[in-house]
């Protein structure tokens, strides 16, 4: 069987507005995630998926619960510690493809490389074995500006996957694409996903894409609950 690679327990996460104003968007959260598993995790906006997505990628912090990352602990870790598991361990694709917009397709794939310690033969390598694989081979040189939105997006994937992650946090990956782009773009993700063995959290509020996923997952009140086939 394979390892879990990614555990949330009990999460909780509170926001305050003023002294006696809260909002509880986290009540308990719990998920854990096997290597190659892909999960779809469904609600609508508003309902914390990205701030279960935050959390689960140290980008962000929980009131109380427990959080392991490729078996190490990272609640109470330190800020360095935290900050290697996430520049090793965890790629992020968000809805907005957040592409450096002064530099091309394939230095905003080398960028996040030289920063983890590879040379520039190493990254520059690595980042044109990706892009091909997306099919974006001759793209290499073009800035986010030059590239479709369907492009851009692919490009935002590849540099997530640029540092040889264990785990991929999607948030909303197609939402800002329009239906044919969105459907080609998610495919191309999931068939990159699955040939690298990643685990995987896609948050979508698309239940029908969600239900192409190896298991789905509802965020509801703060919690998640499976998905009941029937």
Do not use: W
């Not at 459907?183 to 191309?188: G, I, L, N, S």
């Amino acid at each position: 069987m394979s390892e879990t690679v990614l555990s949330l327990s009990g999460i909780v996460k509170v926001y305050r507005r003023g002294s006696a104003n809260e909002i509880r968007v986290l009540d308990g959260a719990s998920i854990s995630i096997r290597q190659g598993e892909i999960v779809g995790l469904v609600a609508p906006s508003g309902a914390g998926k990205s701030t279960l997505l935050h959390i689960a990628g140290l980008l962000d912090k929980p009131d109380s619960g427990s959080l392991f990352v490729c078996g190490a602990t990272a609640v109470g870790a330190s800020d360095r510690v935290r900050t290697e598991l996430r520049r090793r361990r965890i790629g992020f694709v968000y809805q907005f493809h957040h592409l450096l917009p002064e530099f091309t397709a394939l230095e905003n794939i080398v960028l996040p490389q030289l920063v983890n310690g590879a040379t520039q033969a190493e990254a520059a390598a690595r980042a044109k074995f990706l892009l091909d694989s997306v099919g974006l081979s001759d793209r290499t040189e073009h800035r986010p500006a030059e590239l479709s939105g369907g492009e851009q997006q692919r490009t935002a994937v590849c540099r997530a996957l640029a540092n040889g992650p264990k785990i991929l946090l999607a948030d909303e990956p197609t939402g800002n694409l329009d239906a044919k782009t969105s459907e080609q773009v998610f495919e191309m993700m999931l068939e990159v996903v699955r040939t690298s063995g990643l685990a995987a959290i896609v948050a979508t509020h698309n239940v029908a894409l969600a239900n192409r996923m190896d298991r789905t997952v509802h965020l509801e009140q703060g919690q998640i609950f499976d998905d009941v086939q029937s």
